[in-house]
């Protein structure tokens, strides 16, 4: 089922009203409910529209058998507590089983996770557990590092915090484990 744009654009505005806010006189707040319901329904959650499975059919036609890493794909996630952005990168790898993926489609993969109401630890994870139960990965890794504006823009205020989140999938051995890291650019 599609989005209804119109009754997100509604809610917004309905939600700017209740802080009582200068709806009504402010010029630059014309239109805002329609561009925060699009900037959401179209960019911030895509991710919903996207299937991890079919990302992840198709082989490419190597079957190179060390540690596949790609690093710093950049993505924006939403906290699922203040829907308030996280803009960082991610940086996963696998060893393969019996197919590699494209470096496309875990670049796209990591759109599709993020792109989503999303806590960065469980990104990680998903994107890890993804890579050994679809793509059949002997193992895997995932470093999400993000700047989450919950933490920078509110509360703590905390400007320029990066938050970390390592997590591993499959038979993660501690070699596995330290050449990932390695590959990834992180060193003990």
Known sequence: MPADLDAAAEAIEAFLRALDLPTEGDPEL??????????????????????PREILA??????????????????TAVCPHHLLPAHGTVT??????????GLGALAR???????????????GQTLADDLVAL?????????VALEPTCVTARGARAHGAEARTLAFAGEATDAFRTEFLALAGFTA
Do not use: N, W
Request: glycine letters at 10%; charged letters at 25%; one cysteine or more.
């Open 30 to 51: 014309v239109g805002t409910g329609m561009r925060v319901a699009k900037a959401f329904a179209e960019e911030l959650l895509s991710g919903y529209a996207m299937d």
């Open 58 to 75: 198709s082989d490419t036609s190597t079957r190179a058998p060390g540690i596949v890493v790609l690093k710093h794909v950049e993505t």
């Open 92 to 101: 996963l790898g696998y060893l393969p089983g019996d197919r590699v993926a």
């Open 109 to 123: 993969l990591v759109q599709c996770r993020a792109r989503r109401l999303v806590l960065q630890e469980d990104l």
């Open 135 to 143: 793509l059949g990965a002997k193992a895997a890794g995932c470093v």
